[in-house]
C-alpha cells in the first residue's frame, strides 16, 4: 500500500508542477502586447467563420443542400475516406523508408 501511495503523491507533485508552469506561461502571454496581437490574430479565424456561420454567407460546399459532401458521417465512412485520401490526392505519396533515419 505504501507503493501506491508515493505513485499518488508524485503523480500530484507531477500534476502541481504542471499546472503552475501553465499559469506562468498564461502571465507571460497577458504580460506581453506582443504576444496578446498574436494570440489574437491567430482567434481571428475562428471569429470570422463563426460570423459567417451566422450571417449564412458561407459557400455551398461546406454545408446545406448544395453540399458536395454527405449531411452526416459514420465511422465505416470515415475511415474508408481516410483510406481513400492517400491514393486521391494529386501529388500525394508515402514517405519512403530511409534506413539511415533512427526513427521508425
Known amino acids: 500500500m505504501k507503493s501506491v501511495s508515493k505513485i499518488y503523491h508524485m503523480l500530484l507533485a507531477g500534476a502541481t508542477a504542471q499546472a503552475k ?9 497577458l504580460g506581453s502586447r506582443k504576444r496578446l496581437v498574436i494570440l ?18 458561407l459557400p455551398g460546399m461546406l454545408g446545406g443542400h448544395k453540399a458536395y ?6 465511422p465505416q465512412l470515415l475511415w ?8 486521391s490526392s494529386p501529388g500525394a505519396s508515402a514517405p519512403e523508408a530511409d534506413s539511415s533515419s533512427p526513427l521508425p
Open 69 to 74: 459532401g454527405p449531411s452526416f458521417s459514420t
Open 21 to 29: 508552469w501553465d499559469y506562468e506561461c498564461s502571465m507571460r502571454i
Open 40 to 57: 489574437g490574430l491567430l482567434f481571428l479565424p475562428c471569429v470570422l467563420f463563426a460570423v459567417a456561420v451566422a450571417a449564412d454567407q
Open 80 to 87: 474508408v475516406l481516410s483510406a481513400c485520401l492517400p491514393v
